[in-house]
């Protein structure tokens, strides 16, 4: 399996610091040194992302940090208290799924998965997403 060349292109054209390597029967795509918003306990992380057998048509499901995050004055952050052992690491999972319909094959890929992240890590941080 290897990243669809519009995913790779986009990462590229944006210069988007990243790795991708095999992950069992997935696609790891991990966005390293990930610049948060303020109001979360640290100001990067890497993001890592698994890609499914038919990927982009199938959507990704899920996303996982490292280091694990909380908001800046220690409260936790609805849906990620679980940590999760990936690529030889420690990852803390953010579990956000697709509604039916909501992933549109053709046209959602890395670009619109990584606005979607944004958008959580700026909820999480009590920012509203721009």
Do not use: C
């Amino acid at each position: 399996m290897t990243l669809p060349e519009s995913d790779q292109q986009f990462l590229t054209d944006r210069v988007i610091p990243h790795l991708v390597q095999p992950d069992g029967g997935m696609l790891a795509v991990i966005v390293t040194a990930w610049v948060l918003p303020a109001g979360l306990n640290v100001q990067h992380a890497d993001v890592l992302i698994r890609l499914p057998g038919g990927y982009p048509d199938v959507p990704p499901d899920m996303w996982w940090v490292d280091p694990a995050l909380h908001r800046a004055d220690g409260s936790v952050i609805e849906a990620t208290q679980v940590m999760e052992p990936h690529l030889g690491g420690t990852w803390q999972r953010w579990s956000r799924h697709f509604t039916p319909g909501q992933w549109q094959s053709g046209i959602d890929g890395l670009e619109s998965y990584l606005a979607l992240i944004r958008s959580e890590f700026l909820k999480a941080a009590g920012q509203a997403a721009a």
